[in-house]
Structure formats: C-alpha cells, structure tokens
C-alpha cells in the first residue's frame, strides 16, 4: 500500500520527517505492507504533514497528522481509505485543491519529485518534445503569442526577452534563473525546487533552445538548503537521463545548468545585482542600459526570468498559446501561484488565472485569519508591496488593475494582517527593511530610507495632544503635518529617483499605511496633507 508524506520543506517544519519514520515503525510492528513515497507538497500548508493513502478509489487525506496521530490512523484502518477525524476523503476533491485552476502546480505533491518516470507519466517533457519538432523562433514566438509576462515582479513580456537574446549575435548566451526568493509570505518558488524540479529544468531547457544558449545557472535562495539540494540532485538526474548535456535527446542541441547559492541578500533579487553576485562580485545592481538580453552574464546576451516564468513555459509549449491565454484576464494571461501566508487560517499555494479578487483568496480559500479577528490589511507583493484596506479587496488581481490603483501583484504573496496591526509600525518597517538591504549606489534609497524611519519616527513622537475641552493642540499637529509632508516629499524622491525597485518601492508600503490608515499615525485628527 503506498503512503505519501511529503518532504517539502514547509511539511519538514512541522515533523514530516518524524510522521514518516513513525509511519514506517507502526506498519512494521503490525506486519503491515507499506510502500512510503515521499512526494512533494500539495501545497495545502495548514494540513501539514499530509498524509495520502492510494485507495482504488484514489488518494485519501489526513492531516494535519503529528507523530502522536500515526498509531490512532492505524488502529482506524487509515491504510484502506479509512474514515478518522483527521481524514478528508479523496485529496483531490477537497474544495481548497478542487476548485483551483492548476497549470504550473499540477503535479505538486502528486509525484515523487526526483523520480523521472513519475515526471514524464505527469505531462513532464511534453513541451521539450515539442519544442525539439520547431524552430527556434517558433519557441519564442509561441512564449510571445501566450502573453506571459515576469512573475518576478516587473511582469515584462517573457517572448520579448527571449526574442531579444536569440536575434543577439553573439557566439556564448546563457539563460539564468532568479531564484532567490526573498520576499515575506512567498514560497511557490521554493516549492517548484522541491516539489517538481524538471519543470523548471525544462523551462530553462526550452528558453535555451529558443535562444541559441548553452550554459545556464539557478540562482538559489541561500536559506533555501533542501531546494539547493533537490534541484542539484534534479540536474544530476535529468542530465544524467539526456534531458540536458551536449545532445538534448539526440538532437545535437547542448544546453548545461548549474546551481548557484545565492549571497543572502535581498537586493540580489535585482537581475543585475544577481549577475554581479553570479559573476563572484558584491551584489550591486548595475545601471541600464545595457540591458540583459543584450549585454548580461559576462557580458553576454542573457535570458533573464525567475522561477514561476520558466516553470510557465513548459505548458504552454504543450498545449499551445491560445490555450494558455484562455486563462487570465486582459494583457494579464494565464495563471499565478498565489501565495497566502502570514495571519490567516488556511495558508497555503493556490494557483488561480488572474482575476480572482484578495477578498475570494483570503476570505474564500484562507478563511480569514488564524487569530479569528477581522483583517486589517493586505500586503500583495513582498516587503515593498502595498497594504491594501478592506476597500480595494474586490480589485481584480490583475497587473494592469492592480497598478491603477498604485498597488503590484509582484510574485503573488499576501500577507494577512488583523486588526491589531498598527501600519506605522509596518511602515517603519519598511523603510529599515530598505536601509538594511540597500545596495549602496544611488542616494535616493541608501539615504533615503534611513531619513525615511527617522521622519516616521518623529511623526509617531508628534501625537497630537488632547486638550481637557476636547480640542488638540495646534502646534504639535502643525508639525506633524509638516513631517508627513516631508515623508511625502521623500517617498516622492526615492520612487523617482532611485536606480532600482529596492529604492523605488519602498515608498509603496509606507504611503498605502499612511493613506489608508492615518490613524495608526495619530493622523486622525489631523487632515494628510
Ligand atoms: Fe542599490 Fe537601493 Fe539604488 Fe537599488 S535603489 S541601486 S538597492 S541603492
């Protein structure tokens, strides 16, 4: 009988590891037949550990399973489907997986990730095969014709990057995969490592053959140690198997792939800084133009995208543009792997086309916060996302929609917050998130962000005094208006004067807090000027 327990690292965290040898131990003391498969995630992070049972009937849930459950499940009769307060029935009709459009995760947590054979019985090399019957232009012309964008954070059309490095005249071009994913509350990076490794072998292997490269690097999240691990032994494999090397399934195509730890820092994530740091130099972000495509990795025409772009692609090889742009909503196609995290009840990767609203993915998928008290804010994005308030929750998540109204989609996480958030403080936050992480080169954001927490903080110092007939005392709330004025001067400079998205973001989370919770800022009384 096989048993499936996942060795994700968000299952590990919560004794995956342990449930399994416990797994293991019950079935040998009761001479039971256990076949234990350590899939991947579903992604479904509030039942971890997960435990799945093959019924004939398919997959049977349990979860969240402790170690201290394992002999109850036993005694149940878990092995044949068995009902158990921790049971779900069939994994793929619960309504949180169910309802979900799964292109890119289809196969999470339903394979062994390593295993080639359960790779290519789950769709896996269909868009390589494909791929190998056309020309290359015709492999950037279909990532082109599908719409897809960056899911790195500056959405910019993957089909034009790729057509820019391979019309490049250049005897070396290499593809380079950001995964160093640093911002709060995403994770969908880390599980493509994990959980379906060759999607993003394949993806690269694909943007290669579009562009003429033959070298590429995956820029791993240093605090990323199993991902790091899984993806090595994912390359040996697929290499090993003829996926990658000097003659991808005998077609005389060559393309390698190395891992990279990343340096641990969050500007790193900037495709430039990341080639610096690639390159074996600081991670200081360079100044543009050149730009990538043209003038990259050593100097070279260079295809950059982040996971979920390239993880995208074999897809939409295998099924064609037009399918693939059936999902989604206006210059926004396909789908996106949202992220919920932070203080919310059911956290977890749900992959929806875009349009979806935050009220349906918090509310209708998360169920609301953990705490049960009402949510406050949102924050979409990362650290440099903008906190949006109740108001804004019914915006379709789209990256066209979402920028009207100053806010970005970016690698699709949310981090929930309940009421008792105070935004000042998560603005403050910001802005020293920004002064830690600064690269260094332009001023706007090396300096900017240090006067940044120093406004906030005198702004928080400025609480207007109550008077004993009700009133407030003009003078402390003429200068708190001043301070806000100079955050907003301030905000207005690094967002337009600063080299990168590190300066030029931060602002964001700092203005979404204070336009839409003044109050938090003992701005209440006194109007935002
Ligand atoms: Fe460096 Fe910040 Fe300027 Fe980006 S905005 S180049 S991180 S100093």
């Given at each position: ?263 641990g820092s969050y500007v790193c994530g900037e495709e430039t800084a990341m080639l610096e740091s690639l390159e074996g130099r600081r991670g200081i972000v360079r100044a543009k133009p050149p730009i990538p495509a043209l003038s990259g990795l050593f100097g070279q025409p260079t295809i950059i995208n982040n996971v979920l772009t390239f993880a995208s ?59 049960g008290r009402p949510v406050k804010a949102v924050q979409v994005g990362g650290p440099l996302g903008t906190y949006l308030p109740a108001s804004q929750w019914d915006i379709p998540l789209d990256y066209e929609a979402y920028a009207a109204v100053g806010a970005v989609v970016g690698h699709g996480g949310l981090v929930v917050h309940d009421d008792r ?47 004993p007939d009700g009133g407030h005392a003009e003078g402390a709330m003429a200068q708190q208006r001043q301070q806000v004025h100079l955050l907003r001067d301030l905000c207005d400079t690094m967002v337009n004067g600063s080299l990168c998205a590190m300066g030029g973001m931060t602002p964001y989370p700092v203005l979404s807090a204070l336009n839409h ?13």
């Open positions: 009988i096989q048993v499936f327990v996942p060795r994700d690292s968000a299952a590990i965290a919560v004794g995956a590891d342990e449930v399994a040898d416990a797994i293991v131990a019950q079935a040998a003391a009761r001479g039971a037949s256990v076949e234990l498969v350590r899939n991947g995630s579903r992604g479904l992070l509030w039942l971890e550990t997960l435990v799945e049972v093959a019924t004939p009937a398919g997959r049977v849930a349990y979860g969240p399973v402790g170690v201290d459950d394992v002999a109850g499940l036993f005694e149940a009769g878990f092995l044949s489907g068995a009902a158990h307060a921790l049971c779900h029935g069939l994994t793929e009709q619960i309504p949180y997986l169910a309802r979900q459009q799964r292109l890119l995760c289809a196969r999470m947590g339903v394979t062994d990730p390593l295993s080639l054979a359960d790779y290519a019985q789950h769709g896996g090399w269909a868009g390589l095969q494909a791929a190998l019957q056309m020309p290359a232009d015709a492999v950037w012309q279909t990532v082109l014709d599908s719409g897809l964008r960056g899911r790195g954070g500056a959405a910019f059309p993957a089909g034009i990057k790729w057509r820019t490095v391979a019309q490049a005249q250049s005897p070396q071009k290499y593809v380079v995969c950001n995964a160093d994913e640093g911002d709060s509350g995403t994770f969908a990076d880390r599980m493509v490592l994990e959980d379906d490794p060759y999607m993003l072998i394949e993806g690269m292997t694909l943007a290669a053959l579009a562009s003429g490269a033959t070298q590429g690097y995956v820029y791993i999240r240093s605090e990323y140690p199993l991902a790091f691990d899984v993806f090595s032994q994912a390359i040996a494999r697929a290499s090993a198997a003829g996926f990658l090397g000097d003659n991808i399934l005998g077609s005389g195509l060559a393309f390698h792939l190395e891992a990279r730890l990343a340096a692609v074999p897809w939409i090889l295998a099924h064609g543009a037009a399918a693939y742009k059936a999902y989604g909503r206006g210059r926004s196609t396909g789908t996106l792997p949202f992220q919920l995290a932070g203080n919310i009840a059911r956290g977890g990767l749900v992959e929806l086309a875009f349009g979806t609203t935050l009220r349906e993915l918090v509310f209708d998928w998360g169920g609301g916060t953990a705490s958030a105070d935004l000042a403080k998560l603005a403050r936050y910001a802005m020293a998130f920004c002064a830690h992480e600064s690269c260094g080169k332009c001023t706007p954001c090396r300096i900017g962000s240090t006067r940044g927490v120093e406004v906030i903080d005198r702004i928080l110092a400025l609480q207007p005094v109550a008077l919770f003044p109050a938090d800022f003992g701005m209440g009384l006194a109007p935002a000027t």
